[in-house]
């Protein structure tokens, strides 16, 4: 659906992204994760055709990024911008029925009554887009980049500074999107955010420090883990585990954590094990560092 | 061209809903008006002593009197004409001064209001970009210019003498207010944009615009003293000056229209 290869981009002797590359599918939520200033805007932008990479290019599969097809490519591009960036002095109809216009839809009016209903706006077409809640101009923003109806689109920190039931609808949106099959490219702080609806993950700092799905950065960074809690004292039963092959066990009170391979095929040797020994297995789980630790363990580990 | 229409539909809206940015326009246009009749009508009237009583004015009445338009005039009538016809430099130009405001603020507002990055996202070029947002301070500007020389006109045929406004009506005249006028404000308001996209803040532009200004009021002082006579041989070669500056700004104004320092740079 669109490739990025190599990007890299200068601005006079700042590096803002260095070789930058990967490739989205259609149906896919891909998450940009980094700290501030580490080129998420930037790659946003020349995924956009906004700006241009100093080296690398961006691919479409309807043709790639340059100087003389960026005007056509954005127009297959849906482009939420950080700011909502509606003219707050005209009506949301006609903020939108201007971008149905600029995009050269043939029933602008049409597109728009069709955006108003999806978005569930209808009710505030006539309201002045200055007067509308921080949650509701980011929906008009977000009918706004689907007018010509994009397959990829990006947005840009969506959430940010939103009420939880305003990020909460929004999000729901961008599941719609995915789940129609568009690709979404979502840059954002929000992790619990990225939890929920993204498929990948590419983690930036300048350049790409990790890319995959949240899933796999976790068993990447920590291992699997098991965690199985007992009906008494765990300690009796760590060594025991130690001996059956598992060095990595960790007792405390009644919880066991066992470092293993694959999680779901390891548990039931283990609780086979426990259970002969005589444990009384009351609960049995695979662990999972919240996306929060492998995210700073990436940062901080690109750092050092 | 539909792109640039979308765009100049909307900068039209936008400046409907916020009328007061026309008050400096309307104020330029209503005291353009107002200073030939405070010369050729109220000051005589106040006095009593009418222009044809001084001598400052009889080579203008020596001058003026043989021309087609000024026939059957009396020598206040002549004078009178000949005032309302040198102010008319300043009547079709100085609503151009205040749509300044409009112009150099088109860019820099957009990038101000956080509205040009997504503007920038669509498929528009930056031809269209900036031919939409002359057009949308040229527009209004030229209503105004239009719509002051209705009032000239009417305050003439109700305020001067007889038939003098037919000294508005000449091809010279005419050519002022409907072909150097537009000319310059396109160019004024051209510079305008252009100085609008190359600045971060707004009051910039406006100051750096408000200078352009200054040569088109250098046309009137010119004129006034008689070192050019607006005839129409050099009306029509001052607009083909125009003309070429005007299509030259063009090319200049999307060449210095740079999106990414715009987008990067600009805060």
Known sequence: MLTASHLTRRFGSRLAVDDVSFELVPGEVFALLGPNGAGKTTTLRMLAGLIEPSSGHVHLRTGSQSPDTSPSLRGQIGFLTESPGLWERLDVRRNLLVYARLHGLPRPDHAVGEALETFGIRDRARDLAGQLSKGLKQRVALARALLHKPRVVLLDEPTSGLDPQSAHEFRELVVRLRNTNHTVVLSTHNLDEVERIASRVAVLRTRLIALDTPAALRVRLFGSRLRITLGQSAEPFSALLRDSGFPDVRADANTLSIAVTDGSASAPPIVKRLVEAGADVCAVGVEEPRLEDVYLRLVDGDRK | ???????????????????????????????????????????????????????????????????????????????????????????????????????????????????????????ITTFELLTAKVLGSF??????????????????????????????????????VFLLGPLSALVALQLAVCVSSRVNDARSAQQIGALVILPIAGLLVVQLTGSIVLTIPVILAISAILLGMNAGLMLLGVKLFDREAILTRWK
């Open chain 2, 1 to 123: 061209m539909r792109r640039i229409l979308a765009l100049l539909d909307k900068d039209l809206a936008d400046l409907r809903q916020n009328p007061s940015l026309f008050v400096p326009a309307l104020l330029t246009g209503f005291f353009s008006i107002l200073l030939p009749f405070i010369i050729a009508i109220i000051i005589p009237a106040m006095t009593g002593e009418r222009l044809s009583d001084s001598s400052d004015f009889e080579l203008v009445v020596e001058t003026y009197n043989s021309q087609p338009a000024m026939r059957g005039l009396t020598p206040e009538g002549v004078i009178q004409a000949w005032v309302f016809q040198h102010f008319l430099v300043l009547l079709v130009l100085t609503p151009i001064a205040g749509s300044m405001s409009v112009a150099a603020y088109s860019v820099i507002g957009e990038k101000q209001a956080r509205t040009l990055e997504p503007l920038l996202a669509t498929p």
């Open chain 2, 139 to 176: 527009l209004p500007a030229l209503m105004l210019s239009l719509g002051s020389f209705c009032v000239y006109v009417a305050g003439m045929l109700v305020f001067a003498e007889p038939g003098t406004y037919r000294a508005l009506f000449t091809p010279a005249s005419l050519g002022v």
